[in-house]
């Protein structure tokens, strides 16, 4: 049995990246870079002012204070361009050029005008340089701003645009089919009849699929009969780049998900991972290269073991540079039981402290089935293998659930 890392590892492994795709920048969120993305100016393009005041010599001002004649005025996308001379100021606003001859900025809430307007007394010296952000002082034409592997996150499209891309080289969205089985199913808007529950994992795992970027086809629900399993995923691996089921991955005798994909030859990777919850959890590759992911049928099961593995694969086909759920710090607030042969992935919430330090709770739940509780859960908390308790106040390794 593989344990959580060399599982994720088999997954990133296996999991080839999907070809390039332009896109228009207005749709480029969420996506991840084919490219790298290269500054075509100097950033600012001109020494700009931070302020609104006035551009001056430093030296005219040592002897504060001082008059100057204001001769021009320099404001954003329309700026002064002569030279300024000795005895000479510019009223000068935010994100203006400074003109040529003047080495600093003094803010306008130290100076202010005389004569209509034609004198400006400013109160105070300057140091030279003073509230001026040089030409190319934030990036220069021709450096790499980001690489390719990145997501593009808000602030990324903003640099996109700045350096005028319109259009933008980024991986293409895998197509994920879900597929739930379970006899006992039935969907939405229905109202469970005798011993039937609503199928609720088709959601959560649609939701995590596409929060990591996919493309999500809904399949119908599945009963526990393999030879209907094995046709609706040959079918759907038709269309999909991936397969994420539900169910039907334990010991139990209504257990088909394996059997279907041993009917349909699959290359199966593994079968078992050393997890809590999530043990049975199955990855395999169809004949025809779709890659699909077995999960337990357990709701919390199904969001571990989503995020550990699925989303992996997701985000390695898209070219992400890390692909798997990042593992962080935090101290644990209550103690935690573990178990002796596998790694636990425990529900928490995290916050932090008034020392700043990121602090887990553990959740109070009733084991995999208790989707209820785990809802507001928003980390894991990760239990080693072999570890029986973490007391209170330790350090633990936890990964946010992403949301
Ligand atoms: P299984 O792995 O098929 O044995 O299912 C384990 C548990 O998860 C059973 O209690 C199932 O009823 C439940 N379950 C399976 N599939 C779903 C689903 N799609 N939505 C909600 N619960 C499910
Ligand atoms: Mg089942």
């Given at each position: 049995?593989?344990?959580?890392?060399?599982?994720?590892?088999?997954?990133?492994?296996?999991?080839?990246?999907?070809?390039?795709?332009?896109?228009?920048?207005?749709?480029?969120?969420?996506?991840?870079?084919?490219?790298?993305?290269?500054?075509?100016?100097?950033?600012?393009?001109?020494?700009?002012?931070?302020?609104?005041?006035?551009?001056?010599?430093?030296?005219?001002?040592?002897?504060?204070?001082?008059?100057?004649?204001?001769?021009?005025?320099?404001?954003?996308?329309?700026?002064?361009?002569?030279?300024?001379?000795?005895?000479?100021?510019?009223r000068i606003m935010t994100g203006a050029p400074v003109p040529a001859g003047a080495d600093s900025v003094q803010q306008v809430e130290l100076a202010h005008e005389l004569k209509d307007r034609t004198v400006v007394e400013l109160l105070e010296s300057v140091e030279p340089g003073k509230a001026i952000v040089k030409r190319g002082a934030e990036i220069k034409a021709g450096e790499v701003v980001s690489n390719a592997g990145t997501t593009i996150t808000p602030p990324i499209m903003a640099v996109l645009a700045a350096f005028g891309y319109a259009t933008v080289d980024v991986f293409r969205r895998p197509r994920v089919g879900v597929l739930a089985t379970g006899t006992?199913?039935?969907?939405?808007?229905?109202?469970?009849?005798?011993?039937?529950?609503?199928?609720?994992?088709?959601?959560?795992?649609?939701?995590?699929?596409?929060?990591?970027?996919?493309?999500?086809?809904?399949?119908?629900?599945?009963?526990?009969?393999?030879?209907?399993?094995?046709?609706?995923?040959?079918?759907?691996?038709?269309?999909?780049?991936?397969?994420?089921?539900?169910?039907?991955?334990?010991?139990?005798?209504?257990?088909?998900?394996?059997?279907?994909?041993?009917?349909?030859?699959?290359?199966?990777?593994?079968?078992?991972?050393?997890?809590?919850?999530?043990?049975?959890?199955?990855?395999?590759?169809?004949?025809?290269?779709?890659?699909?992911?077995?999960?337990?049928?357990?709701?919390?099961?199904?969001?571990?073991?989503?995020?550990?593995?699925?989303?992996?694969?997701?985000?390695?086909?898209?070219?992400?540079?890390?692909?798997?759920?990042?593992?962080?710090?935090?101290?644990?607030?209550?103690?935690?039981?573990?178990?002796?042969?596998?790694?636990?992935?425990?529900?928490?919430?995290?916050?932090?402290?008034?020392?700043?330090?990121?602090?887990?709770?553990?959740?109070?739940?009733?084991?995999?089935?208790?989707?209820?509780?785990?809802?507001?859960?928003?980390?894991?908390?990760?239990?080693?293998?072999?570890?029986?308790?973490?007391?209170?106040?330790?350090?633990?390794?936890?990964?946010?659930?992403?949301?």
């Amino acid at each position: 049995m593989f344990s959580v890392a060399e599982a994720i590892q088999i997954v990133i492994q296996q999991s080839a990246t999907l070809a390039h795709e332009r896109v228009e920048l207005p749709h480029a969120r969420g996506r991840v870079l084919a490219q790298d993305v290269v500054a075509d100016s100097d950033l600012p393009p001109f020494n700009r002012s931070q302020m609104d005041g006035y551009a001056v010599r430093a030296d005219d001002v040592r002897y504060a204070p001082v008059r100057l004649r204001i001769v021009g005025e320099s404001a954003a996308g329309r700026g002064w361009h002569n030279q300024l001379e000795e005895g000479q100021a510019v009223r000068i606003m935010t994100g203006a050029p400074v003109p040529a001859g003047a080495d600093s900025v003094q803010q306008v809430e130290l100076a202010h005008e005389l004569k209509d307007r034609t004198v400006v007394e400013l109160l105070e010296s300057v140091e030279p340089g003073k509230a001026i952000v040089k030409r190319g002082a934030e990036i220069k034409a021709g450096e790499v701003v980001s690489n390719a592997g990145t997501t593009i996150t808000p602030p990324i499209m903003a640099v996109l645009a700045a350096f005028g891309y319109a259009t933008v080289d980024v991986f293409r969205r895998p197509r994920v089919g879900v597929l739930a089985t379970g006899t006992e199913l039935v969907s939405v808007d229905q109202k469970p009849g005798q011993d039937q529950i609503r199928d609720s994992n088709n959601y959560s795992i649609s939701a995590y699929a596409e929060l990591a970027g996919a493309v999500v086809e809904r399949l119908p629900l599945t009963g526990d009969e393999t030879s209907l399993l094995q046709r609706q995923i040959a079918d759907a691996a038709e269309r999909c780049d991936v397969i994420v089921t539900s169910g039907g991955v334990s010991m139990g005798v209504y257990d088909m998900t394996k059997s279907a994909l041993k009917e349909l030859a699959a290359e199966i990777f593994f079968e078992r991972v050393a997890l809590r919850p999530g043990k049975p959890t199955v990855f395999a590759r169809l004949p025809n290269g779709a890659l699909m992911f077995g999960l337990p049928g357990n709701p919390v099961s199904v969001s571990v073991t989503f995020n550990l593995f699925a989303r992996t694969a997701l985000l390695a086909m898209q070219g992400a540079a890390e692909p798997a759920l990042k593992r962080e710090t935090a101290l644990l607030a209550r103690e935690l039981k573990g178990t002796t042969d596998r790694e636990s992935y425990l529900p928490a919430q995290l916050t932090t402290n008034d020392d700043g330090q990121v602090v887990a709770f553990p959740l109070k739940w009733g084991g995999s089935s208790d989707f209820v509780a785990f809802a507001v859960a928003t980390a894991l908390i990760i239990v080693p293998a072999g570890v029986k308790s973490i007391k209170s106040g330790s350090l633990v390794s936890v990964v946010r659930l992403p949301n």
